[in-house]
């Protein structure tokens, strides 16, 4: 399948790889399987992560000082992350490298033995990790609202779980995850570098096309609408920290685009947006406001986040409640349609520089929609929303008896 720059290579036990030739020294590769802590079972709450991090330490053939000096010692660099979908393992290599990154991610991801002194070890190392999360009121707020949001669903807990599910894991636990999560058709590679395609597949299906197909049964729970809600935690804090928003668009609602343009105009990415200018540069009142969009493959949260002080709160609700009533009641202008699009292209394509992250971009995509999103075609789609639709969505999304708010106050 060809999508200009790219080539996605389909092997029989449905492991896919998409290459992007780049001419450059370095290559970044990464590996996405569809499996992340909305995935995990009631009691079994962090699994996800907790994995991501064991898979760093044995193997059936290499030790942890082996994985980790493996890249290393050729100057590359080794990484992981989990969200609430997919886990994900990332390299950064000279080109002559390749072959081991991918021999790598082969044998953590098919080959890892769990052993039971390394669990217990990096139990206490994920310990720490949540009292340090928790110690950050404006991270640890995003987990509280989504809890609110996602009730009874995999998506309301916090990747790193809770620390009383984390401490009963044991060695079949993580097995169990595995069988049920690591589906071959929901694993894809990427790779951006300087190499023919004919050179790539070869490599790809050296390390892959031995793996056995293994595709089990899993059903992800749709979530469920919530009632709107407003919840105030006293927390040992100085400032508030604040959090309103609403249920929104999943992955392949039409309304997708044009929501992410709105959060972009509203308190995205950048200094010059609505809110930004409105209740920091005009007003003084917080440091920090922003707004975020996170699109799930079934469901979607737009919030608006803010910390200040006790005695400014009210001010900036206020403040940020004139803003969403404007939008709703009045939409935007042909002009500010028009800037606002030029803003958000022109970020998009910056964002493409950092290869890194557009090659797990693009893998993503494979995933998700079997083939590779364009620049063009994003683009184009952005050209396509209209006024009307900021304003049907904003009447949306906006609307005040659907919103649903999170206070962490001082403690009296």
């Given at each position: 399948m060809k999508n200009i720059e790219y080539e996605i290579i389909r092997l029989d036990n449905g492991i896919r790889a998409v290459f992007h030739r780049q001419s450059s020294p370095i290559t970044h590769t990464c590996l996405v399987v569809n499996a992340g802590s909305r995935d995990e079972s009631e009691g079994k709450f962090g699994m996800a992560h907790f994995i991501e991090h064991l898979l760093f330490k044995e193997t059936a053939r290499r030790s942890m000082q082996q994985i980790l000096n493996h890249l290393e010692a050729v100057g590359g660099d080794l990484n992981a992350y989990t969200t609430k979908e997919y886990t994900c393992i990332h390299a950064s290599i000279l080109k002559p490298h390749l072959s081991k990154a991918l021999d790598l991610f082969e044998?953590?991801?098919?080959?890892?033995?769990?052993?039971?002194?390394?669990?217990?070890?990096?139990?206490?190392?994920?310990?720490?990790?949540?009292?340090?999360?928790?110690?950050?009121?404006?991270?640890?707020?995003?987990?509280?609202?989504?809890?609110?949001?996602?009730?009874?669903?995999?998506?309301?807990?916090?990747?790193?779980?809770?620390?009383?599910?984390?401490?009963?894991?044991?060695?079949?636990?993580?097995?169990?995850?595995?069988?049920?999560?690591?589906?071959?058709?929901?694993?894809?590679?990427?790779?951006?570098?300087?190499?023919d395609l004919k050179t790539v597949e070869k490599m790809v299906r050296r390390y892959f096309e031995p793996v056995p197909s293994n595709i089990p049964e899993r059903k992800r729970i749709v979530t469920a609408s919530v009632e709107a809600t407003h919840l105030e935690i006293p927390k040992p804090i100085n400032q508030v920290h604040y959090m309103v928003g609403a249920p929104a668009y999943g992955m392949f609602d039409e309304r997708k685009t044009g929501l992410l343009l709105l959060n972009n105009m509203l308190g995205g990415f950048g200094m010059s947006s609505i809110l930004n200018l409105s209740i920091r540069e005009k007003h003084g009142i917080a440091y920090t406001i922003e707004s975020?969009?996170?699109?799930?493959?079934?469901?979607?949260?737009?919030?608006?986040?803010?910390?200040?002080?006790?005695?400014?709160?009210?001010?900036?609700?206020?403040?940020?409640?004139?803003?969403?009533?404007?939008?709703?009641?009045?939409?935007?202008?042909?002009?500010?349609?028009?800037?606002?699009?030029?803003?958000?292209?022109?970020?998009?394509?910056?964002?493409?520089?950092?290869?890194?992250?557009?090659?797990?971009?693009?893998?993503?995509?494979?995933?998700?929609?079997?083939?590779?999103i364009s620049l063009q075609e994003v683009f184009e789609k952005i050209d396509e929303v209209s006024t009307a639709d900021l304003l049907n969505i904003s009447q949306d999304i906006f609307d005040p008896s659907g919103l649903t708010s999170l206070a962490f106050v001082p403690e009296d």
């Open positions: 044998d953590i991801i098919f080959h890892s033995t769990f052993p039971e002194d390394e669990m217990a070890k990096e139990k206490g190392v994920i310990a720490d990790e949540m009292a340090s999360y928790l110690d950050s009121p404006e991270e640890s707020i995003i987990d509280d609202y989504e809890d609110i949001i996602y009730k009874g669903s995999g998506l309301g807990h916090n990747i790193l779980g809770l620390e009383k599910d984390l401490q009963s894991f044991s060695l079949s636990d993580v097995v169990d995850f595995l069988k049920q999560n690591y589906n071959t058709e929901d694993i894809v590679i990427g790779i951006t570098g300087d190499y975020n969009y996170t699109v799930f493959s079934d469901a979607g949260l737009f919030t608006i986040y803010f910390g200040t002080d006790e005695e400014k709160v009210k001010r900036a609700k206020k403040l940020v409640f004139r803003e969403l009533d404007k939008l709703r009641e009045k939409g935007v202008t042909e002009g500010q349609l028009r800037k606002a699009k030029h803003k958000f292209k022109g970020q998009i394509a910056l964002a493409e520089e950092g290869r890194m992250s557009m090659i797990i971009a693009v893998t993503k995509n494979v995933m998700d929609y079997d083939r590779v």
